[in-house]
């Protein structure tokens, strides 16, 4: 059972432009979002979060909406470098777990950036 | 500051063998935790560790365990390894246990069951 979907396994963006990655979650109990970015050979770093009592939440070229009621998010990427290339991943955590870890993830989604 | 290191990187085994995997954590980080990452299933939890106690498990079978030591670094086992087993093994410390703390990844083991 697929708690938070990436349903865009790929996503080809031309340098310059805006990059939005979307994110579903079935689970009403997470109240906290997480964008992780991976290279090839490294593991995730950490991105931009955003708490369920907020909207949107900025961090330079970054954003991350949440609409609760759709129970969707998305990060936006403005505008999108080539060193933006790699796979990001949605988390989502509930208030339950008590501790930062156990994170629920997505499957991820490749971002190109094309020069 | 050096950041999570995990060892060994790679590593081949057989059906039947168990293995252990290391993590060390970002120096001064309590908490460790585990993921295992296969393709199309995204990153999966395993289990939590903070003072060398696990405080939360992840919905695996009971050939994962996992401990850690009085230094905050963490070891996790799989008895038994199955096909399915293999997969890449991402360590995650941060520094405390709240639910908001960053977490910090390793570069993974990558484990082939063969």
């Known amino acids: 059972d697929q708690q938070v979907k990436q349903n865009s396994p790929s996503l080809s963006v031309q340098e310059g432009r805006i990059s939005i990655l979307n994110c579903d979650y079935t689970?009403?109990?997470?109240?906290?979002f997480l964008w992780y970015k991976k290279y090839p050979a490294e593991g995730p770093t950490f991105l931009i979060s955003?708490?369920?009592?907020?909207d949107k939440n900025e961090d330079g070229r970054f954003t991350v909406f949440l609409n609760k009621s759709a129970k969707h998010l998305s990060l936006h990427i403005v505008p999108s470098q080539p060193g933006d290339s790699a796979v990001y991943f949605c988390?989502?955590?509930?208030?339950?777990?008590?501790?930062?870890?156990?994170?629920?993830f997505g499957t991820g989604t490749r971002l190109q950036v094309t020069l | 500051k050096a950041g999570v290191t995990q060892t060994p990187r790679y590593l081949i085994k057989t059906r039947g063998q168990q293995v252990t995997l290391s993590c060390s954590p970002i120096?001064?980080?309590?908490?460790v935790s585990w993921y295992q990452q296969t393709p199309g299933q995204g990153l999966q939890f395993l289990f939590e560790?903070?003072?060398?106690?696990?405080?939360n498990k992840g919905n695996f079978p009971g050939r994962f365990s996992g401990r850690q030591f009085s230094n905050s670094r963490s070891e996790m086992n799989v008895s038994t390894l199955e096909l399915g087993d293999s997969a890449l093994y991402l360590c995650?410390?941060?520094?405390?246990?709240?639910?908001?703390?960053?977490?910090?990844f390793g570069p993974g083991t990558r484990l082939l069951v063969l």
């Open positions: 995650a410390s941060s520094l405390g246990a709240r639910r908001q703390e960053t977490q910090y």
């Open positions: 689970n009403s109990m997470f109240d906290y």
């Open positions: 955003i708490s369920s009592i907020k």
């Open positions: 988390a989502a955590s509930k208030a339950t777990t008590g501790t930062a870890s156990k994170l629920t």
């Open positions: 120096s001064g980080h309590r908490s």
């Open positions: 560790y903070f003072s060398e106690t696990q405080r």
